[in-house]
């Protein structure tokens, strides 16, 4: 019982910053405390934390024991709670990242969501088009769109995602509708750029994915931008369902060169290994698992 005493004492000290602001949650006198941490490092041998009258700091040994020790009590927490309320119950905080404008439109709405069936759980959403490091930035995970290179993160599928390549009727009116992908030198093409270089639109020609290069007179790092230059009668975009379905829907854009559909990428979600995962991440990721494999929920 001691040491389970040093080691919720060492977190709520790590975690709130200060000796007096522990003693303080726990109504005893910070010496209470100073003498649990004196305890617990003379015990493991290692310098925990360096001390002075104004500063308190985690040493490496201190950190990655902090890490440990929240994980433990965590579990410990879920576990009381599971049996205690019959149920399953979620605390902490997660931090998420994601794609810009999949994020703001497929991401933010549904972490308000779960933060609703988990009251207990904080969350932090950085939307960023970016590749986020995720061990070296403490992401818990994050939401990604295309084919996962090799690495050290688990990926876990959530989703199909097609692109389409898309008009409004009017451009069409004028230009013409492209009957192959090569037709598409004859057309403004609106292209992504990414790291100062236009991407090629992936298609499926004679049965195998081909990579046409196009080109136009406009071209973005930032697809929200290409969407609304291609309803403005621009010329052609290259975008994903997700992101042009309701514009499809309501006639505002219509789908050219269906027949050279490329097979889907996916959307995953991915995370660093771990033995454990916290249930607040684990219970994140079946929700998004469920609400993205409801069929309604991309045609809303």
């Known amino acids: 019982m001691d040491h389970f005493k040093q080691i919720t004492t060492f977190a709520a000290v790590a975690t709130k910053g200060s000796l007096s602001a522990a003693a303080r949650d ?45 994980r433990i009590l965590n579990d410990l927490s879920n576990a009381e ?23 703001r439109q497929h991401v933010a709405p549904l972490v308000h969501d779960f933060v609703r069936e988990h009251p207990e ?31 050290s993160l688990v990926g876990v599928k959530l989703a199909d995602n097609q692109r389409l390549v898309v008009a409004t009727p009017t451009y069409l009116q004028r230009h ?21 270089a236009p991407s090629g639109w992936l298609f499926t020609i004679n049965g195998e994915a081909t990579q046409i290069r196009v080109s136009g007179s406009l071209a973005c790092n930032d697809g929200s931008s290409i969407l609304d230059w291609a309803l403005d009668d621009a010329g052609l975009a290259w975008r994903s369902r997700w992101e042009v379905q309701q514009h499809l829907r309501h006639g505002n854009l219509v789908t050219v060169l269906d027949d050279f559909i490329a097979p889907p990428n996916a959307i995953y979600v991915v995370f660093p290994q771990r033995k454990h995962l916290p249930l607040r991440v684990r219970l ?9 494999s409801i069929d309604s929920y991309w045609n809303a």
């Open 26 to 70: 726990e109504g005893v006198a910070p010496a209470v405390i100073s003498r649990r941490l004196d305890a617990l490092e003379e015990r493991l041998g290692v310098k925990l934390l360096i001390r002075t009258t104004r500063t308190l700091n985690l040493t490496y040994e201190g950190s990655a024991f902090l890490e440990d020790c929240q």
């Open 81 to 103: 709670a599971s049996v205690s309320l019959g149920g399953i119950k979620a605390s902490g905080h997660l931090r998420v990242s994601a794609p810009g404008g999949f994020g």
């Open 121 to 151: 759980v904080t969350v932090s959403l950085d939307l960023s088009d970016r590749v986020v490091d995720l061990l070296n930035e403490s992401m818990d995970c994050a939401v990604r769109i295309g084919v996962l290179p090799d690495s």
């Open 176 to 196: 013409g509708c492209p009957q192959h992908p090569n037709d598409l030198a004859q057309h403004n093409c609106l292209n992504l750029v990414s790291s100062g």
């Open 284 to 292: 994140w990721i079946d929700f998004l698992k469920h609400r993205y």
